[in-house]
C-alpha cells in the first residue's frame, strides 16, 4: 500500500501567480503521476514524473505551464504557473504501488 | 465521442437498496477495469479490479464486464448512508503503469 500527502490542501490565487503542490510519498516509488480533476470531467493525467528524469506530459500539458520536480524516490512538486481561472481544480498526486493509489488532492481556486 | 462514458447522476437511493453504476466505453484495447470511490474532499481510492469480462464480487459490491457490449457496471448490495460518494470507472489497455482512463464519475447518495 501506500499513503500518500499533498500541501497546501487548498488555496486560493491571484491570475498571474504561480503554486506549487507538494506530493509525499510514505515509501519508494519510481513513477509518481499528477492528475487534474475538474467539475464535471474526468481525471485528466497531466504527467508522470520519474526520479532522475524529465517528467512525460501528455498531451495538452506543457512543461512551462506545470513545471515537474522529481528530487528524490518519496517526493515530487507539480507548479503551476502562471495561473488563470481556468486552472481552478483539484490536481492529485497518484502513485502506483500493485495498484493505482491517490492523494488527498490540492483544491485550487484561481481569482 | 469521449473513449468512457458515465451517467454523472447525481443518484439518490434509499438505505437497502441495490445500486447499479454503469459505464459505456469506446476502445476495444480496454483490458483492465476498475471502479475507484471517491468521497467528499478526499482523493479516489480503489475498491474493485477485473481483468476482461466477467464477474467479480467482494462483499456487497459487485462488478460486471462486458467487453462484447463494451459496457461494465458495479452493484451495490444493501446500501448504506456510507456509500455516499462518487464512483469513477476506469479502464486501461494493459495492467501495471499502463495509461489509465477515467470516466466523470457518479455521485452517489444513500438516504438513511
Known amino acids: 500500500s501506500a499513503v500518500i500527502s499533498q500541501k497546501p490542501s487548498r488555496d486560493i490565487c491571484q491570475r498571474g501567480t504561480s503554486l506549487t503542490i507538494q506530493c509525499q510519498v510514505d515509501?519508494?516509488?519510481?513513477?509518481m503521476f499528477w492528475y487534474r480533476q475538474q467539475p464535471g470531467q474526468s481525471l485528466t493525467l497531466i504527467a508522470t514524473a520519474n526520479q532522475g528524469s524529465e517528467a512525460t506530459y501528455e498531451s495538452g500539458f506543457v512543461i512551462d505551464k506545470f513545471p515537474i520536480s522529481r528530487p528524490n524516490l518519496t517526493f515530487s512538486t507539480l507548479t503551476v504557473s502562471n495561473m488563470s481561472p481556468e486552472d481552478s481544480s483539484i490536481y492529485l498526486c497518484?502513485?502506483?504501488?500493485?495498484?493505482?493509489?491517490f492523494g488527498p488532492g490540492t483544491r485550487l481556486l484561481v481569482l | 465521442q469521449k473513449e468512457v462514458e458515465q451517467d454523472p447522476g447525481p443518484l439518490s437511493v434509499p438505505e437497502g437498496a441495490i445500486v447499479s453504476l454503469n459505464c459505456t466505453y469506446s476502445?476495444?484495447?480496454?483490458?483492465?477495469f476498475m471502479w475507484y470511490r471517491q468521497y467528499s474532499r478526499k482523493g479516489p481510492e480503489l475498491l474493485m479490479y477485473?481483468?476482461?469480462?466477467g464477474n467479480k464480487e467482494d462483499g456487497r459490491f459487485t462488478a460486471q464486464v462486458d467487453k462484447s457490449s463494451k459496457y461494465i457496471s458495479l452493484f451495490i448490495r444493501d446500501s448504506q448512508p456510507s456509500d455516499s460518494a462518487t464512483y469513477l470507472c476506469a479502464m486501461s489497455a494493459g495492467g501495471g503503469y499502463q495509461k489509465v482512463t477515467f470516466g466523470t464519475g457518479t455521485k452517489l447518495q444513500v438516504i438513511p
Open positions: 497518484s502513485v502506483f504501488v500493485e495498484t493505482q493509489y
Open positions: 515509501s519508494q516509488v519510481t513513477m
Open positions: 476502445n476495444s484495447a480496454f483490458q483492465y
Open positions: 477485473t481483468y476482461s469480462s
